[in-house]
């Protein structure tokens, strides 16, 4: 049965923290649990062509680096560790980046290695429940190699550009492709902030009309998953400045400008999950604000009529005594006056008067 | 209807998050929802002679920019995307630059072009809520280009001192300008504290005569609006840093000083959101106390009542029991005797009187 | 009528938060709100002898320059721009400088002109709240000239070992005259933080006898003059730092051993104020504490009243039950018991007996 | 008795703060308390061969180190100084570096000596509550050597891959040896983690279902064991940050790329401690919501009983008293109506039922 | 009579918060409030030999200093100015110096003079209360002086390994004498420590068995006294730092690995006081669980009872009604049956055990 999604997300279910047990040898590849099996698709084009087409045999993929300008490779799936080694071996990957490809709770970061730059990022995902999955990029002067997690991405509009030649993305090399890629990761986290948005609007509507426990865990999931979220993306603002700083060979100086805009959208996400979060702990006050004021109401009716009735209690209990008049001209003579009754109700109907002033006076009750 | 502005700010209401879907082709323009349709004005000057002008076609900017030393063309409302990439083509503008300008979310910032600086920064304003609005500027050595995202702002003072030939602003040049108008945008911040300073002030005297749910929420309301003045303001410092350290071609040695007083500026009023963002916290905790003192203050009455009623209850309680007198001397003989009434009433008066003289040392009533 | 001192401390109070308009020229001169009318003194001396007289007119002032070699020129009240513009025009201070020192709210600063250094500080003042007054502070290599925003400051002992020959500070140039007047204004923040530290152990005294809404506003304004402080203090480190470090040709190496030690001296005010902050945090905890323990009496008064009477109550409500014993020897046979009455009296009395120990368990009355 | 692992952690209970005495001198040698007897273990091997033996007498090791290409040096137990000083001796050893060995508390440092590297560092243990044991170690061009607290630990995996030559583990120098032993001491947190998030969803469950005073300390141990483990992690960071960087003649340049990637578990184990602290945090806000809404309910089910049952009483009461009907025909006429009790019944069905309706539109009584 | 020591520390209960009124010359020596007239011994030693004399006058130090190679001069008590000037002119101390020496608050710091270092430091004490004791520091080329607040210090193991010639103190300079004093100075924070820790534990005690508002003062106090520790010790790291790296000639190479040493130990000592001070806040939290639980408890105790009696009560009191049967068969016939009495017995029982079973199922009775 499915964990209620406001409890606290618990980071073991999906995968084990580290991919390996401890001490075991490096570079050791092991598949991510419930790990699809990998689908490999290739998009090669120049300024004129284009082919697109899914390999069944890693081994395939050369042909298409010798003969095109610019290669995309992706793999969807990392289920079957010999797939991913043949194509390791096919790009000259270092057997430590093969591991960090298929540990798919890597933090993002860039590498340098001598063929391409290696590059581990987080794409957005959120359904019901922010989920990002983990994409591998390798750059290299007629590649762009990915790796990802499952099937379905935010990539396809990337795609069809390529498709359709809008704009400048046929006639520019890997490292604008490269670009194009990562950018719309990072741009695929505003709908992800849009839908978290409104999350916060539906728990603040709950908190004032109906709070509950549960809506205190729904509050810190949400805090949580702004702070996952927040991890997922404020390492990437490292990863462009690194691209667009430490001069790599297989990035054009053109490409630049377009990686300093992308970094500007990282620190706005960045910026927007803080203040998500700083909402959310808000919201956490004015859950146990709306909760006193319950208790407040709940008491505030207990002792109006709690305090309305004990007097007139009393007074039938005093009338209600069997002292006998017939002993002494003392013993409760107000039983045998002629009025004796209408006096008694009269006297409860103006205590009862004077105590609904008192809580008028207090605010207690409505004007 | 209008949500209530207390409310949690939705940052999606006025405009998405992003303009563009992620994976869109990098420097496509689109127009910001509800965005009003641009107006052209132009006021050219030097020491001796100032037009002023209202333009219609984007291309008659370049008369101006050719005849007079120093132009100021103002661009309210960005309605129109095709206006807007006429003026960009007039002015050589980067695709991407122009993005941002149309992108009315966008970090303050400063970049730096061949041809001219490009400041993007937020002007206050504040219409029962703190509601920024973008102005983008272009710096060259003959012109100053802005836009902003509707009409009305508070440059009207800067294009006074223009009229009336006030102050140095008619003999200096575009980076003048240029600092008058960022200045201008900058002081605007202060009439915003101000009235922020009334309504916490408000908002204390809510909380100390009638706290209720909806004060948390502008308690709340009032530290995020602190929160959001701070992130348009604080980034604005690099851009008086930048402007003043990094040695733009376009900017004078002279207008430094002036540059180093705005940033002055800037750093205040930072300090100030920082302050009242303390105040509002502090709210939250006289809040807290508020209520759980009406709590005490409720609790305290039941008590009282409580307490005074329930013993005499008893005592009245007591003799309406029907023990028959007559089968024994000791069932109930107070019932008939001469002094049997009073003595009861006595024993309930002494009993009330050591109650009260009990609540009186405990502090619970009024000395 | 005046505001209670622990309402929210209102910025706008004593003068706007900005001296200008937005938009307005820099430069233009406006006396902050309530200013008193500037006096002029001189004190002017050299190792054998002084002269301390007032004058009326700026003017003079120049005679005292040329004949002596250190003048000390201090102005009290700023509420004449146009003497302020003649002191200026005297000593030739820029502009921007003059608005800085008659913007009484301004952040602790140095700033070098090319004639003299210009230093704004803050004095501190206690009149029941902290009420920082500025102080600008222009050095040169023949004079120190003074703007305070009203008479009376804690300057006195520096001119008393002036006028005694007490020390060295006769001997030394202008830059000592500037450190131990910098110096006295620092040390001026210990008496505060002494007055301080008797109203946090008088507020402490407050919680645990007698805490009240009041009380907490009371916590609030303690900590925010602290932040106040603090904020008035720190910056002023940046102003020794400077002039230690950064060889200005008017300050003698000497010196620099002296400013040091100011600086310790501000390090230790910035730690106690801190420190003090931390004390008033607290004290809202034992705030909370203290009312939840009153709460947690009153509930217990109650809770130990409302169970000891209820079941006797009851008790005495069955033996006032109206059941026929004539009609049945199952009704109610007590009441014509022989021990009846005394029956039910000593039922009640073991209740009693009872609950009194069941409490004593609980610890809720006392042993 | 052993005090149960949730309250606070008392650092003295294994080992004194200290080792030594204050003002002792330095490098005197004391065996931590409880320490068992050392048990040295040697692994010498080539690409070839390998011996792996237990030896009595610590002279005995020179005999590995000057026959094998790398000997690792295994010391299990700390409990005789003896011992420790004679290995010290055979290898050289500072006398504070085998003073820190001893100090069972050291904090995770990298010293370099002429000889050797010395490496302080923290292994995971986890038996009911988090138990950092620590690991000394010594890299030299020819061997490692390793100090444990007790016998037991995580490097099995190491010992087995050099037992059967798989990796590259044998082919290679005491360097990649002594990444090889640090590398599982870091991944050995995972597991530590993975037992930390079950706790924490357990306390979950138990704030949800029955939260007592206890739960809290829980939820406190568990924040304060993450900062411990935290501590434990984090500075490791900059021993491998040294060893990389630092250039060190003992390690070669191709463990380099070996070190960064135990570098990066580091900065995830800090994350993961980090983000488990958070969620701790989170579920002290539960914990109190989850009490007070305890508390709400209790109040709700007192308000509804004494609300409801309060007024019939009173109206019971009424008809209690014993006003004579004979001597008016204003006392109490209802006694002697023939649908009197009725009435008297059926107002206090309409009194419940009213009741009803308000507590129902309230929401305190389910729909 | 004597503060308790959970109350807040005053800061000016010793000492006022600045030795000097603000605007005194620098260098005026006053002596603190209370304090002890000074007592001076030598301790002058070669490898070979060593004296220890107690001294009635400063001058007979210059005699140890020229015929020692090591002199350690202590002055306990600064009692008296005179002595202390005395002792300032043997040593050519500069004014300020002197004057820190009598500033018992002063900050943690190093200086260098021509002649010697100068080394401000705080020793722990503890005697119910965390009360440092400043120790002042001056280490030449021959010698080694040290100022103390009062009698009795932590350094007489020093003094014991120079007695018995224990260690390699005897054979070194006054660089290894000072290194041996501040590490005594540093190791005596360990043992304050442990009762720190013992304190905490019993805290948590108290506040598990009988928390009351005094408990969170007490609270409040240890954890402000860990700030106070941590402010004490933090600022010596950057002394050790400045020793080791500033490269002072007066401070041997071979000192450099032992200062080190010392300096880790501050960083655990700070580390340590950091988490006592989780500890102490995490208390903090388990005491407002713990006093609302209580006010659970009494709820729950109010609400069964009440809710218990409050049914049966109204049974009663309807049964107590005075309806006269014999003018109508619906008026109460049931006090005239034969079972009647029984009847109502029962109806009572029966609520009591339904209202049981449902408080079972609530959980609010133990099952």
Known sequence: MKRPSWRIPIFSRKAPLSPLPPGASPGTLTAPA???PPRITVLAYDAEQMVEEELDDPAAISDYLESWPVSWIN????GDTTVVEQVGSVFGIHPLALEDVLNIRHRPKIEEYDEHIFVVTRMAGFDDQ???????????????????????????????RLRTKKGKIRQ???DY????????????????????SERLEELEDEILRNPKTETVARIQGARHEMLTLRRSVAPQREIFNSMVRDGHDVIGEEVGVYLRDTQDHVIRIVEIA?????????????YMSSVSNR????????????????????????????????????????????????????????MTVGLLVYFRRKGWIGS
Not at 296 to 307: E, F, H, Y
Request: glycine share 6%; net charge negative.
């Open 172 to 174: 520019r090399g890997p």
């Open 34 to 36: 419930d790990a699809s």
């Open 295 to 350: 208790m407040n109401d709940i008491m505030k009716v207990l002792t109006i009529m709690a305090t309305m009735f004990i007097p007139l209690t009393f007074v039938a209990g005093i009338y209600g005594m069997n002292f006998d008049p017939d002993v002494s001209p003392f013993n409760m003579p107000e039983l045998r006056w002629f009025w004796g009754y209408p006096f008694a109700l009269g006297l409860m109907v103006v």
């Open 130 to 160: 922010f989920e990002p999955e983990q994409v591998s990029l390798f750059l290299s002067s007629n590649y762009v190699l990915t790796f990802q997690e499952r099937q379905g991405d935010c990539l396809e509009p990337v795609r069809n």
């Open 75 to 78: 793999i969807d799936g990392l």
């Open 177 to 196: 492709l490269a670009y194009a890629v990562l950018d719309a990761v990072v741009d695929g986290y505003f709908p992800v902030l849009e839908q978290m």
């Open 274 to 286: 803080e203040s998500y979060r700083e909402v959310a702990s808000g919201l956490m006050d004015l």
